[in-house]
Nanobody, 119 residues
């Protein structure tokens, strides 16, 4: 089992920045890829970024590439999502998720944190 707790959401203006954090706990948490998935009202869930268990490999969706940066402090089992140049279309609930190496689907999810960008 892996428990995930997100923090850092909030309301910012168009063009602003936010940093989300995700603390992963559990005996094997350090062995999991961590990712961020967002869901806007009326839209499908979108996987936007992920980082491997050792922090060496990252993935970004085209919609956030060049604006968002995912990182990981392996000593704290914490993943971060630095979000820059935010746009109103980035408004969504952001979920931290974890999947074991080799798995294609996320197995564990956090409770989500709301990010709202005002125009």
């Amino acid at each position: 089992q892996v428990q995930l707790v997100e923090s850092g959401g909030g309301l910012v203006q168009d063009g602003g920045s936010l940093r989300l954090s995700c603390v992963a706990s559990g005996r094997t948490a350090s062995m999991y890829t961590l990712g961020w998935v967002r869901q806007a009202p009326g839209k499908e869930r979108e996987s936007i970024a992920s980082i491997s268990f050792n922090g060496r490999n990252t993935y970004y969706a085209d919609s956030v590439k060049g604006r968002f940066i995912i990182s990981r402090d392996t000593s704290k089992n914490t993943a971060y999502l630095q979000m820059n140049s935010l746009k109103p279309e980035d408004t969504a609930v952001y979920y931290c998720a974890a999947r074991f190496r080799g798995e294609s689907e996320y197995q564990f999810w956090g409770q989500g944190t709301q990010v709202t960008i005002s125009a």
